[in-house]
Structures are given as structure tokens and as C-alpha cells.
């Protein structure tokens, strides 16, 4: 009962008091057998699968726009549905937030939607260009308009400016999409908006003018990408998604409340920030199901005791164990971390001007973090889980494959950290000052005290970095960012660390289970030490810490994962992954590692 007890305040923690409404619905479906593992498939079968299960996941779904537009309801199904299908997760985000949510968010409300809340077709969403990625808000697709019909020329003007990757082949039937273009108006340029564009027809051809051609497949998720042009495609004036910061009249007349055409472009593409806070919950989800399949299987898989004894678990070794209770604290401290995230942006990014600059970089530093450290979680439990780590049957393999494309999608994570380090170094953020309390008088093991070492670590990187920037040097303005960069990058890093050991700690403040609040504490104490261990050096350097205490953080370390170790499927409990889900796994449903292939 204590463990039942405990394990259900874990998840309290980690899900709110909402879980029955935000993540059941999600956790039940995918456990249920139409979306078990299928062995044999080929990627186009897998593909055709995916767009299948959209179906039941859209007839779960009450009202489609309610749902599109609540960040909090689509980062909750995000968290679910990688673990067992990695292509349903990218179709599935696609449909309901970029396309939908691209609709809604300019001028849903009076156009109808029934084809695709009904999924009679599905919706995509053509951006990226083969010659523009990162600098696409220098897409060159046109889009003239021509009064005197009261239609556009949907346009692409060279290979470079083909839209890339999207999927828009006919498996799994007629798609229309929402296609970034540049707006052309008697020649004038006025940026670049959205234009909803039929694809196919409704048996699956596609239309004239529309040019598809599949890409080689990748090694993530089992997708239909493609390579998508358009030649002077004919589109009505309906066909342009509009708001405030883009009107056009059908005589032509254009107006904006935005000057700038990049802010034009920012706010025509502003479901890509919902987009972010969807990949870092997908990337959470296969987290969390990574570590709960290693742990599980590490107490099942028995080996060689160090005598000739009976064999032990494999959990039983430091060298096995170590490593996993690491995984479990970084994935409970980037699950809080990303509630901060999606409350702040539920919060703020409905608004104008700081508020919502500041949510929109917490959510880069999130997305960057959280998928990054799936990467490092997830080879951790593939690699403990030995060869039978690579069965794609096992629930690790596919989904680390599949995080590659979460850490491009949506912005590349370097990219976005870039952006973000910039505006930090340019005023956007100011470091906590020192504690003042002197390097001797600080315990390592005191939770406040870890806080303020983060801190430190985050305000060395700062002032590093600002000292580079001011620095001068040759090589003009990007040398002298190249000279920033590196330590600008560190202080992203060192940032997002703080804030999720700062949402851990607070979770363990507020546990109402006792045995609760002592695991998430350790959780917190061992996730900080790590980070404040690989930089003693700055830290001793700095006088935020003394040598001696330098060389006892590995024994602090190592004690606090002593306190763990006995409780990891209590931990891993709180995660509340399925029976059902976990015994689809044959490694986690044979004792002392037999194989049930």
C-alpha cells in the first residue's frame, strides 16, 4: 500500500491533478491492441499504419479546434503516442498543430472545417525550402495575386525553392496544406503568409500544377516525405490564411499591423512554438518509456554474482545501476521542467511584447534541452538492455531513431540555442547575483545551497561570454560572435540545468507522501551534483566552492545513488506507463533475460 501510495504521488507530481483528463484518455488508447507493435511491416506499410491510427486518435478527440487549440491537451497526447508509433506522432503533430492550429490561429472561424476535423483529408504543412532551412523566412515560393480574378499563382521558381520534406504523398489519402509564400501585390513583395492548397483530388492524384516526389527514407519515424512543387498553381482569394498582421482586400489593398516583413513571417509560422513544446513532450514520453523498459528489464536479467553464488540482477551493479537512476532523475527534472514551459506559454503566448519574447525562448532552451538529453537517456537504456536494446519490438531503438527528427524539427536545436544566447547576452536575462554566503560555509548536500551552485555555474558562463562579446578583435561582427559563441552556448545549457533542478526541488517541496518528498529531494540532490561535478573546476576556480569540497562530490554522489537504488521501480512507477504497453515488450515479459521472440 505505501509503495502504491508513493508511486501515485510521484505521478501526481509529474502529471498535476489533470491527469485523468489531459493523459488517460491517451494512456488507455495506446495501450489497447490496434496499436501493439507489428512486426514484418515494411516503411511504406508502416507509413499507411500511422495514418490509420490518426483516425482513432481523431475519434478520441471530442472537437478537433478545441483541441488544436489547447497547448496543454496536445503536448499531453505528444507524450503518449511515441512510445508505440514514432510515424503516427509525426502525422498526428502535423494535422492537428501546425495545420489546424496555422487555420484557427489566423481565420478559422469562418471557414469550414469538417474535411479535415472528419480526417477526410488530412492536413499538412509545406514551409522548409531544399535551399532554404534555417533561413526561411527567405523562402522564395510565390504567391501573386491578381485582382481582376480574385486568385493567386501559387508558384515555385527553381529547385532551391521546392518544399522539402513535408508529407504530402497520397498514402493515407487526399491531403490539402496550409504553404508558407511570399506575397506578391502588383510586384511588391509584403512577406511572407500561409495559403491553404488542396494537394489531391479525392481519389489520391495529385492536382495539376502540383508536382510530388518521395524522398529516400530516413532512418527516424516511418513517414511519406517528399519533395513538393508547384507549377503557377491557381488558388482563390480564400485561399490566403489572414490576421492582423496581414490583410488583403480583393482589390488588392494590403495592410498590416506588422512593419517588419520577418515579424510578418514569425507570426504567419507561429504555431512552430506550439511545435516545439510538442516535440519536447514526445521526446519525454519515449524518455520516460526508455528508462521504465531498462529498469525493469535490469531487475529481471540476472548475471554472474561476484561468488559462486546464485546469479544477481543486473541491477544489482553500481556500473549498471549508476547510470539508470541518472536517467530517472533527468527525466523527472525535464518532465517539470516542460510543465513550466507549457504554463508559461498557456500564460503568455497569447500576449504582445515581453511577456510572450520571454515565453518563446524558455520554449527554444526547453525543446533543445529536453531532446538533446532524451538522445543521451535513451542510448543509456538501449546500451543497458543489451543486444535486445535493438529490437524495435523492445520500445528503445525505433524511438531514439525517431528523436533524431525531434531534435531538427521545429527549429534546429542549435540553431534555436543560438538565437537564444544572443538575447540572453543582449539583456534578455540576468544572472542571480552570488549568495554572498563564503565557499566553506556551504553543504553540497543542502538542496538551497545546489540551487545557488547552478546559479554560479549559470553566471560564469554569463560573464564569459559577455567579456567575448565585448572584446572587439578582428573579423567584424561574425568573428566576434564566433569568438561568443561557445560560452554563450554553455550559458543556455547552464540555464536550462537551473531551472530544471529548480523545478524539481519545488516538486519535492510540495509531495504530500513523505516517502515521496524524500525520493524527489534525492532525485534533486543527484541530478545537481552531477551538474555541479563536471564543473568543480569552474566552481574552485570562481571561490564558489573549496578543494576539499570539490574532492567529496564523488563520494556524495555516490551515496545519494546508494539511497536510490533500492527504489527504482518505485520511481519508475510514477511515470504510470502501461502494463499493457510494457508487456507488449518481449524483454520486459520473460524473467532472467529468456527470450519470448
Not at 40 to 57: I, T
Not at 324 to 343: F, I, K, N, P, S
Not at 472 to 494: E, Y
Request: aromatic fraction near 6%; charge should be neutral.
Amino acid at each position: 500500500m505505501e509503495v502504491r501510495s508513493t508511486a501515485a504521488d510521484l505521478n501526481r507530481i509529474l502529471f498535476g491533478d489533470q491527469f485523468e483528463q489531459l493523459h488517460e484518455p491517451w494512456r488507455r488508447l495506446f495501450s489497447t491492441a490496434a496499436f501493439r507493435y507489428r512486426e514484418g511491416l515494411s516503411p511504406e506499410e508502416r507509413a499507411a499504419l500511422s495514418y490509420e491510427r490518426l483516425h482513432a486518435v481523431n475519434e478520441t478527440v471530442t472537437a478537433p479546434e478545441r483541441f488544436a487549440s489547447d497547448i496543454e491537451q496536445l503536448a499531453a497526447l505528444h507524450e503518449w503516442v511515441g512510445p508505440v508509433d514514432q510515424g503516427l506522432l509525426t502525422v498526428g503533430s502535423i494535422h492537428f498543430n501546425l495545420f489546424l492550429g496555422s487555420l484557427l490561429g489566423h481565420d478559422g472561424d469562418r471557414r469550414d472545417l469538417r474535411d479535415f476535423t472528419s480526417l477526410r483529408r488530412t492536413g499538412t504543412f509545406l514551409c522548409t525550402e531544399a535551399g532554404h532551412g534555417n533561413s526561411a523566412s527567405s523562402l522564395e515560393t510565390t504567391a501573386a495575386y491578381d485582382p481582376a480574378t480574385r486568385t493567386f499563382l501559387l508558384h515555385t521558381p527553381s529547385a532551391a525553392a521546392a518544399k522539402f520534406m513535408p508529407n504530402t504523398s497520397s498514402v493515407g489519402g487526399p491531403k490539402t496544406a496550409v504553404v508558407a509564400a511570399r506575397l506578391l501585390v502588383d510586384g511588391r513583395d509584403e512577406g511572407v503568409f500561409l495559403f491553404l492548397t488542396p494537394l489531391h483530388d479525392d481519389t489520391g492524384r495529385p492536382l495539376p500544377g502540383v508536382e510530388i516526389r518521395r524522398l529516400p527514407q530516413t532512418g527516424t519515424a516511418p513517414v511519406d516525405h517528399c519533395v513538393t512543387s508547384f507549377d503557377r498553381v491557381r488558388l482563390p482569394y480564400e485561399a490566403m490564411l489572414q490576421a492582423d498582421h496581414g490583410r488583403l482586400r480583393p482589390d488588392g489593398s494590403f495592410s498590416s499591423t506588422v512593419g517588419n516583413r520577418r515579424k510578418r513571417f514569425l507570426a504567419s509560422v507561429g504555431r512552430v512554438t506550439e511545435g516545439k513544446l510538442c516535440m519536447s513532450a514526445s521526446s519525454l514520453g519515449i524518455t520516460r518509456h526508455a528508462v521504465t523498459v531498462a529498469v525493469h528489464h535490469a531487475h529481471r536479467r540476472h548475471t554472474s554474482g561476484m561468488t559462486s553464488g546464485p546469479p544477481v540482477p543486473l541491477f544489482g551493479y553500481r556500473s549498471h545501476h549508476a547510470p539508470l537512476l541518472d536517467a530517472l532523475a533527468t527525466a523527472y527534472a525535464a518532465t517539470l521542467l516542460q510543465r513550466t514551459a507549457v504554463r508559461r506559454w498557456a500564460r503568455d503566448g497569447g500576449t504582445s511584447g515581453a511577456p510572450r519574447e520571454d515565453a518563446e525562448r524558455l520554449v527554444a532552451v526547453v525543446k533543445g534541452w529536453i531532446t538533446w538529453q532524451a538522445r543521451a537517456v535513451m542510448t543509456e537504456c538501449r546500451e543497458r538492455c543489451g543486444a535486445q536494446g535493438l529490437f524495435l519490438a523492445n520500445g528503445i531503438a525505433a524511438q531514439l531513431a525517431a528523436n533524431e527528427g525531434t531534435i531538427t524539427a521545429e527549429g534546429d536545436n542549435l540553431v534555436i540555442w543560438t538565437k537564444a544566447a544572443g538575447e540572453m547576452l543582449l539583456g534578455h536575462f540576468t544572472p542571480r547575483p552570488p549568495s554572498g554566503t563564503p565557499a566553506a560555509e556551504r553543504s553540497p548536500t543542502d538542496p538551497d545551497v545546489l540551487q545557488d551552485l547552478l546559479a554560479d555555474i549559470e553566471r560564469i558562463w554569463h560573464r564569459r561570454a559577455r567579456t567575448r562579446l565585448r572584446s572587439g578583435g578582428s573579423g567584424g561582427p561574425l568573428g566576434r560572435w564566433n569568438r561568443t559563441v561557445t560560452p554563450a552556448l554553455r550559458l543556455v545549457d547552464a540555464h536550462a540545468q537551473r531551472l530544471a533542478a529548480e523545478g524539481l526541488l519545488a516538486a519535492a517541496r510540495r509531495a504530500t507522501d513523505p516517502a515521496a518528498a524524500s525520493l524527489l529531494h534525492a532525485l534533486h540532490r543527484l541530478f545537481a551534483l552531477r551538474r555541479v561535478a563536471a564543473h568543480g573546476g569552474d566552481l574552485l576556480a570562481d571561490g564558489a566552492l573549496t578543494a576539499d569540497q570539490v574532492r567529496d562530490l564523488p563520494d556524495l554522489t555516490d551515496a545519494v545513488v546508494e539511497e536510490l537504488a533500492p527504489q527504482a521501480l518505485t520511481l519508475t512507477a510514477g511515470f504510470g506507463v502501461a502494463d499493457d504497453v510494457l508487456n507488449d515488450h518481449p524483454l520486459t515479459t520473460r524473467g532472467s533475460g529468456q527470450l519470448a521472440y
